[in-house]
């Protein structure tokens, strides 16, 4: 059953209320009815089992029956950096990546990207795109929702990375390290960063710029991916290391 995601203020035990979006969603999409259960999340760790007692034009409301709490997390988290991609391959990516639990999504433009968002569009598309990840996120049942950060270049976001974070540059044809083999932190006081290029691939010059900043390159192997697929993949490996996954 998926999990719904609501604002913490919406939580005052011994009920919930539902609004907004989601109230549209559940009533007259799902046409949720009075007696039925679901589950409901703030976002921030805590987890509760509903059952609905009232349904009206302005909210849902449910009388909470369970409460639970994440589990300690043990794990750093796990942050993609994807360069823009066309058509509705980003979404693609945002949609998955949230389903296999990344933490953060960073939009990045690069030197061959072939998407170039316009500043007047900005908002609009980060708003589309936390909406994929908020329902990706309560279909796979996850603790939280990931933050879609605002769109930056290479060198900003090199420049900004935080202290105790690993960097993980994904770079075709050179003699890196695999997934498989590169040194992870160990616990929460770290985080790993995973930097995918666009379609057309990195420029010589930021391939330099990023090792000259301490990034690691890695690779998947001798085959060549879509950028697309070797999001998902390098995700996927990554998450499997460090215990997200079976």
Known sequence: MPVFFVSPQCVTPPTISITGDLLIHIRDSLRIAI??????????????????????????????????QEPLRRTPPLILA?????????????QKATELGVD????????HSVVQL???RVTHQLCRWQRIALEAA???????????AQPESLASLLTR???????LMLAERRNGKTLQTVVLPQDVTGSVLVVIGPEGGWSQEEVQ??????????????????????????????????????
């Open 35 to 68: 007696g039925e259960t679901l589950w409901v999340g703030d976002g921030e760790g805590t987890r509760h089992r509903v059952e609905i007692i009232d349904v009206s034009p302005k909210a849902v409301s449910g009388r909470i029956l369970e409460t639970i």
């Open 82 to 94: 994807q360069s823009l991609l066309k058509g509705e391959k980003m979404d693609w990516v945002i």
């Open 104 to 111: 953060e999504l960073i939009p990045l433009k690069s030197r």
């Open 118 to 120: 316009k500043t007047d």
């Open 138 to 148: 309560q279909q796979s049942e996850q603790w939280h929702v990931p933050t879609i």
């Open 161 to 167: 990375k935080a202290i105790g974070t690993v960097t």
């Open 209 to 246: 710029m990023a090792e000259q900043a301490g990034v690691v390159p890695v690779t998947l192997g001798q085959h060549i991916l879509r950028s697309e697929t070797a999001a998902i993949a390098a995700v996927s490996i990554l998450q499997s290391r460090l215990g997200q996954m079976g």
